[in-house]
C-alpha cells in the first residue's frame, strides 16, 4: 500500500486525473497511485464536492472549473510568461507575423499569450479572446487530438456556423479534415474563421499530450496559407522550447 497522508494522494489524485490521455475511473486511479478503492472514492467525492475535478460523461474524472483556474494563475506568473514570451518574440521576428499561444477553455480555445508583428495591417485577435474549435487551426488541432468516438460526439454536438464561404459545416467533412490535421499533428485555418485570414498551429505538449498551441497567421492579402506553412520547422522548434518550459515546472 502506498504511503502517504491524505493531502499527499489528493495531490497525487489531480496531478493523475490533469496528465491523463483519457478520463480515468476510480479503478484506474486506485491502480496508478496504489490507494484502495473505498479510499479513491472517499477522496474523489469530496474532491468533486469543492470543485476541484468532476465526472465526465464518458465514464472518468476530468479537472474541474477550480483546478482549471488554479492551472491559469500559475500559467500566468510573470516568471513563467516572460520566458514564454520571449520565445514567442524571436519566432515573429524570424517570421516577421503575429504568433500566439491558445489553450482549451470549455468549449473554446482562449488565446493567452502573443506577440504581434509591425506589419500596418494586422488582424485584431488580442489576449484574452475566445474562438470556436471547428473553424480555428488550435482549435481543430485539440479536437484532432481527442479519442475517435469523443471526437465525433463532439463535432455532432458543436453549435457549427458558417463564418466564412470556407467554414466546413458538414460534420463528416470537417471529421476528416480533422483525421488528417492529428495525423500530420498541425493544425491549418483557410479563411474558415475570418475571411481574408489565414492560419496554422502545432502542438505545446507535456508528456505527449497536448497541453497548449502555437499558432501564427497572417491576411491573405500578405501571405497565403502555404506562405505560413513553410514556417513549419521554425514553428515546431519555438513549440519545442515552450513544451520544454512546460516540463521544466513539473
Known amino acids: 500500500?502506498?504511503?502517504?497522508?491524505?493531502?499527499?494522494?489528493?495531490?497525487?489524485?489531480?496531478?493523475?486525473?490533469?496528465?491523463?490521455?483519457?478520463?480515468?475511473?476510480?479503478?484506474?486511479?486506485?491502480?496508478?497511485?496504489?490507494?484502495?478503492?473505498?479510499?479513491?472514492?472517499?477522496?474523489?467525492?469530496?474532491?468533486?464536492?469543492?470543485?476541484?475535478?468532476?465526472?465526465?460523461?464518458?465514464?472518468?474524472?476530468?479537472?474541474?472549473?477550480?483546478?482549471?483556474?488554479?492551472?491559469?494563475?500559475?500559467?500566468?506568473?510573470?516568471?513563467?510568461?516572460?520566458?514564454?514570451?520571449?520565445?514567442?518574440?524571436?519566432?515573429?521576428?524570424?517570421?516577421?507575423?503575429?504568433?500566439?499561444?491558445?489553450?482549451?477553455?470549455?468549449?473554446?480555445?482562449?488565446?493567452?499569450?502573443?506577440?504581434?508583428?509591425?506589419?500596418?495591417?494586422?488582424?485584431?485577435?488580442?489576449?484574452?479572446?475566445?474562438?470556436?474549435?471547428?473553424?480555428t487551426s488550435s482549435g481543430k488541432l485539440f479536437l484532432s487530438y481527442q479519442p475517435k468516438n469523443k471526437r465525433k460526439n463532439i463535432v455532432e454536438h458543436l453549435p457549427i456556423t458558417q463564418l466564412t464561404k470556407n467554414t466546413i459545416t458538414d460534420p463528416k467533412l470537417l471529421e476528416q479534415n480533422l483525421e488528417e490535421i492529428f495525423n500530420k499533428k498541425l493544425g491549418t485555418d483557410n479563411e474558415e474563421f475570418v475571411a481574408g485570414m489565414v492560419a496554422c498551429s502545432v502542438p505545446i505538449q507535456k508528456q505527449d499530450n497536448i497541453v497548449a498551441c502555437l499558432y501564427i497567421h497572417a491576411p491573405t492579402i500578405r501571405r497565403s496559407l502555404d506562405d505560413l506553412l513553410a514556417f513549419e520547422p521554425l514553428l515546431r522548434h519555438a513549440a519545442h522550447e515552450l513544451s520544454k518550459l512546460i516540463e521544466n515546472e513539473a
Not at 13 to 22: F, M, P
Not at 89 to 94: E, F, V, W
Request: aromatic share 6%; glycine share 4%; proline share 6%.
Open 1 to 135: 500500500m502506498k504511503k502517504g497522508s491524505s493531502i499527499t494522494r489528493v495531490l497525487d489524485i489531480v496531478e493523475a486525473i490533469s496528465t491523463a490521455k483519457h478520463p480515468p475511473t476510480p479503478l484506474d486511479l486506485s491502480i496508478q497511485l496504489d490507494i484502495p478503492k473505498p479510499s479513491i472514492h472517499r477522496l474523489l467525492q469530496t474532491l468533486e464536492q469543492e470543485g476541484f475535478v468532476t465526472y465526465d460523461t464518458y465514464g472518468g474524472y476530468i479537472i474541474a472549473d477550480r483546478t482549471c483556474k488554479m492551472l491559469m494563475a500559475t500559467w500566468e506568473q510573470e516568471s513563467r510568461k516572460v520566458e514564454r514570451l520571449a520565445i514567442l518574440q524571436k519566432l515573429s521576428n524570424q517570421i516577421n507575423e503575429t504568433c500566439g499561444i491558445a489553450i482549451l477553455k470549455n468549449n473554446q480555445m482562449l488565446y493567452t499569450d502573443r506577440v504581434q508583428t509591425n506589419w500596418p495591417l494586422q488582424i485584431y485577435l488580442p489576449v484574452g479572446s475566445e474562438v470556436p474549435l471547428w473553424c
